[in-house]
């Protein structure tokens, strides 16, 4: 089983940062082989951010491109996504999740709201 669990929500002004944090733990976390970024606003579904595989590959959504940039450790036990130049339209729980070759499983979320 892989346990997840994010970070580093909060509230922040247009064209501020945050930094969030998906932390991974579990017998079988080692074998991770991607993580995904999330995230689902009020009334909406949800959307995949971010991507990043254990061999190095990133995918962003065109939305984030150029804003967000997804990154991980050497044990893929942490993975972050640095979001930079935020806008209103990127408030949402952001959910990260991992792929294994058991399954995927899903962290819990963080708030992340961007207003002035």
């Known amino acids: 089983q892989v346990q997840l669990v994010e970070s580093g929500g909060g509230l922040v002004q247009p064209g501020g940062s945050l930094r969030l944090s998906c932390a991974a733990s579990?017998?079988?976390?080692?074998?991770?082989?991607?993580v995904d970024w999330y995230r689902q606003a009020p009334g909406k579904e949800r959307e995949l951010v971010a991507r990043?595989?254990?061999?190095?590959?990133?995918d962003y959504a065109n939305s984030v491109k150029g804003r967000f940039t997804i990154s991980r450790d050497h044990a893929m036990s942490r993975v972050f996504l640095q979001m930079n130049s935020l806008k209103s339209e990127d408030t949402a729980v952001y959910y990260c999740?991992?792929?294994?070759?058991?399954?995927?499983?899903w962290g819990q979320g963080t708030q992340v709201t961007v207003s002035s």
């Open positions: 990043i595989r254990r061999g190095g590959n990133l």
């Open positions: 999740r991992a792929w294994t070759p058991y399954g995927d499983r």
């Open positions: 579990g017998s079988v976390s080692s074998s991770i082989n991607a």
